[in-house]
C-alpha cells in the first residue's frame, strides 16, 4: 500500500471518530505512514497498527472520539523499532527513558502523543465499548470498574510487560492474508488485553477521582523529571514544586496515574535501565551502578535482585551469553 493509501486510511478513520479531519491533516503531513493496518470491528472494537517516521519532532493533541459508543481507548506507546538506521538525536536519546507502555483513557479525554524526528515508531491502538469490554472482562470487572465510570476524568499509564512486547512484535511485524485477518487479530487483540489486565490487578490500590487537565499535565512533569534524572534522583521537595501540589495529593495521584508509588517507579526505571546499561552497552554491574548514582554498590544489587529475581552480575552474564 502507497503512502497516499495510507493518508487516506488515516483521514477516513479520524472522520469516522468524529474527529475533524482538517485538523489532523496538518500534523499528518509531518509523518511519513510506512505502513498502516487498521481492522475495524466497530461498535465493538478497532484495532490499528501504524508504523511511522516524524520529518520534524511534534506533538499531536488527540481530540475527544465523539463517533462511537462510550468506551476505553487503549493506546501501546513508544514501540522503537531499532532496526533502521535513522539518526537518534539527543531528545530521542532522553525519550528512550519512557519506557514502552501503555496509555487508558475514555473516549472522550483529550490527550498528547510525542513524535520524535527521524525515529520510526511502531503503535498500537485498541478502541473498545464498554459492554464488550464488561463481558470480555466477565466476573472479574469489579475490580476493574473505576475504568468504566466515564463520569470521571481518567488517565491510567501501564509498564509493558515481557510478554506483552513479544506479542506487539508478533502482531506488528508478521503480515496476515485476508483470510480470517479480521479473526487473527480480534484474537490477538483480546490476548494483549488480557496479559494487561492482569498486569492492573497488580497496581497499587488507591480511590480513584477526576482528574482536571492541569493536573495531568503536573504529573505528566514530575513523571519527565525523574525519567530524565535516574543517575541523581529528585528529592520529594523539588518534586512538589515541579507539581504545584502539596505532597499528599501529589503521591495519591501520581499512583492512581501510574500504579506505583513515587518511589516505587523511579527504582523501577532505574534498574530498568541498569538492565538496559549492561545488556546494550556491556557495562560491569559496578559501572552500571555508579552510573546510575549509586554510591553502595550492595545497595544496587539488592534492588536489582529485587526487581528481575536475580543478582546482577549473574543476569549480565546470563544476557551476554544470549546475545553471541
Known amino acids: 500500500m502507497n503512502l497516499t493509501d495510507n493518508k487516506k486510511q488515516m483521514l477516513d478513520l479520524v472522520e469516522k471518530l468524529g474527529m475533524l479531519a482538517s485538523e489532523f491533516s496538518d500534523n499528518l503531513d509531518l509523518l511519513r505512514l510506512n505502513e498502516i493496518h487498521i ?23 488527540r481530540k475527544s ?75 472479574d470487572q469489579e475490580a476493574f470498574r473505576y475504568l468504566f465510570n466515564d463520569e470521571k476524568t481518567f488517565l491510567i499509564e501501564e509498564f509493558m510487560s515481557p510478554e506483552m512486547a513479544d506479542l506487539i512484535t508478533e502482531i506488528a511485524g508478521i503480515p496476515v492474508s485476508d483470510i480470517l485477518s479480521e479473526a487473527y487479530y480480534k484474537l490477538r487483540a483480546l490476548e494483549l488485553l488480557y496479559l494487561l489486565f492482569k498486569n492492573l490487578s497488580k497496581r497499587q490500590h488507591v480511590k480513584y477521582q477526576s482528574l482536571r487537565g492541569d493536573e495531568i499535565a503536573a504529573l505528566y512533569r514530575v513523571r519527565d523529571a525523574i525519567s530524565f534524572s535516574l543517575d541523581n534522583p529528585l528529592t520529594q521537595e523539588e518534586l512538589v514544586t515541579i507539581s504545584g501540589m502539596n505532597v499528599l495529593k501529589l503521591r495519591k495521584l501520581f499512583t492512581q496515574i501510574f500504579g506505583k508509588g513515587i518511589y516505587e517507579y523511579c527504582q523501577y526505571l532505574r534498574m530498568q535501565e541498569a538492565a538496559r546499561l549492561m545488556k546494550e552497552k556491556h557495562l560491569s554491574v ?37 546475545g553471541k
Do not use: C
Not at 496509555?103 to 520524535?116: A, G, K, Q, W, Y
Not at 546510575?292 to 543476569?315: A, C, D, I, V, Y
Open 39 to 61: 481492522v475495524d470491528m466497530l461498535p465493538e472494537m478497532l484495532l490499528m497498527v501504524r508504523s511511522v517516521i516524524a520529518e520534524e519532532t511534534f506533538i499531536y493533541r
Open 65 to 139: 472520539v465523539d463517533g462511537v459508543r462510550r468506551g476505553l481507548l487503549f493506546s501501546f506507546q513508544n514501540i522503537f523499532n531499532h532496526s533502521s538506521n535513522n539518526h537518534i538525536d539527543q531528545y530521542s536519546e532522553k525519550s528512550l527513558q519512557a519506557r514502552p507502555h501503555i496509555r487508558i483513557t475514555p473516549f472522550h479525554l483529550e490527550s498528547e502523543v510525542v513524535f520524535p524526528k527521524g525515529l520510526t515508531i511502531t503503535q498500537i491502538t485498541i478502541l473498545i465499548e464498554f459492554d464488550f469490554l464488561k463481558n470480555f472482562i466477565g466476573n
Open 286 to 322: 559496578s559501572e552500571t551502578g555508579y552510573h546510575l548514582g549509586f554510591t553502595n554498590l550492595s545497595h544496587f544489587g539488592r534492588l536489582f535482585e529485587q526487581h528481575f529475581g536475580m543478582k546482577p552480575k549473574k543476569w549480565s552474564a546470563q544476557h551476554r551469553l544470549k
